[in-house]
């Protein structure tokens, strides 16, 4: 059997992504979303979640963007000297290298955001995090740690170890392909520590290499060649306006054709007739 979760990235960035990953749900092939507790429009994603109680909804685990939860003179190592996030997950990364990122102080954050959304009335399936940044082993295993908590079973490991043909149109989408692989491989530190502590992850990832250049060739390869097993698709559906216009992201114009793709009849059709069942994290196979 093969089975896919098509998670929506950044719900509760901004009003136009919330109603985005909506219409990719209510109308295409969404089943996922994770939310960012610390983004302006975290309500709005909230009122939405709780009108569409078959959206699976986890946490988009943010120590990378904006500001954080926690008081700032709690978490001094993850923010800069206006108390912000670092802004990138290299230059987090570079702290922790130095030795000057306490784990410490990831997990009061993470532990902010979590109650945050559990506060709020949502049951969180998972976790995943902005940028990635829980690829980082010490990251990741902070998350393991605190997850068990709060009743959450599941961790996204974004380990694209394999990804359709014809990608490499652009050097941007080979830099990006090398940078998936890279990444894959840091994962495969954290692989271990997942496994003994029984939290859940699927068996593959797609979405890192292809990120802001689908195209329909690639999303049908994607769905034909999709391995047996639980698979997730990571997207970044949006409808760009002022308040997108505002966030610094590179993803504007791709944000809405993911979501004439993931709505798209044909594509819809693609999965049924691929025999592709199509779930959220809460799925027990």
Known sequence: MR?????????????????????GHTRG???SATIMANMPAFDHAVILAKKNPSLGI????????GRPLAEVSRVRSLTNNLGEFLGTSTALARRLFLGRLRVEE????????????????????????????????????AII???????????????EDWSPSGQFGSFK???????ALGLAQLCRISTSRLSRSGVKTTEAFFGISQTGFWTRQWLRELIEQLPEGVSELMCHPGYVDDQLENVKTRLRQSR???????????????????????????FED
Not at 127 to 141: E, F, G, N, T, Y
Not at 150 to 157: C, D, N, P
Request: with cysteine.
């Open 58 to 65: 986890g946490l988009h685990f943010n120590v990378t963007q």
């Open 3 to 23: 089975f896919l979760i098509v998670n929506a990235d950044d719900f509760g960035l901004t009003a136009g992504i919330n109603r985005a990953v909506i219409d």
């Open 145 to 159: 740690e605190t997850i068990k908590d709060y009743g959450i079973g599941a961790v996204r490991s974004p380990r």
């Open 106 to 141: 990831v997990v009061i954050e993470l532990r902010a955001q979590i109650e945050k959304a559990l506060d709020a009335g949502l049951c969180l399936t998972h976790i995943d995090s902005h940028k990635h940044a829980h690829a980082l082993p010490q990251v990741c295993a």
């Open 173 to 179: 989408l080979l830099t990006q392909s090398i940078g």
């Open 256 to 282: 809405m054709i993911e979501l004439q793709l993931l709505t798209d009849p044909e594509i819809m059709a693609l999965v049924n007739e691929e025999g592709v069942q199509l779930v959220n994290y809460s």
């Open 29 to 31: 092939i969404i089943t």
